[in-house]
């Protein structure tokens, strides 16, 4: 991406995969070209999260097992963070665990309380392999967490237990896009 350059301008739009489908549930593998492809990938990741209006996207989620993830969200202050993070590893979680809801561009039109870290640091590298420390609050430490766990394989509704996974994962069935 251009310095100055609008993220996902050049990219286009993927259709996104859905809740059940087996790449969403397999880690992802660890990039190793890094290159005009993997810049193609960033793009269609944040023209992909823009169209679906959401505040970050795994590559796994439009069907591209890679370690890859972008983001534009606030966190609580409403201080916008935008970036992507290639091969990234969630280093440090810790503060205060809470329960918010959470949604996912996956899981379209459902969300549910899911406890979380207040505070999150992500290292990786960007897709021209310079290292980045990215480190997260509130809902933007939230982004963070599931946006690493979609690289490993995991969904939200991995994380709800009893009542909470139940309901989710009925209206999943029942949502227009369940299987």
């Known amino acids: 991406m251009r310095q100055g350059s609008i993220p996902g301008a050049r990219g286009r739009v993927r259709p996104l995969t859905l809740l059940g489908d087996p790449v969403l549930h397999a880690p992802c593998a660890e990039v190793t070209e890094f290159g005009p492809q993997l810049a193609e990938l960033v793009e269609d990741l944040y023209a992909t999260m823009y169209a679906a209006q959401g505040v970050g996207l ?21 201080v916008r963070h935008l970036g992507h993070v290639v091969n990234p590893r969630l280093v440090e979680t810790d503060g205060v665990v809470l329960r918010g809801p959470e ?73 227009p896009w369940g299987r």
């Open 103 to 175: 949604g996912c561009l996956s899981l379209p039109g459902l969300e549910a309380g899911t406890e979380r870290y207040d505070h999150a640091v992500v290292e990786g590298v960007t897709m021209t392999g310079e290292p980045v420390t990215v480190h997260g609050t509130g809902f933007f430490a939230r982004c963070l967490q599931h946006e690493c766990d979609h690289l490993s394989g995991q969904v939200y509704p991995d994380r709800l237990t009893g009542w909470r996974r139940r309901r989710l994962l009925r209206q999943a069935t029942r949502a």
């Open 58 to 78: 795994a590559a796994n989620q439009i069907g591209v097992p890679l370690r890859v993830f972008v983001y534009d969200c606030p966190d609580d202050e409403d």
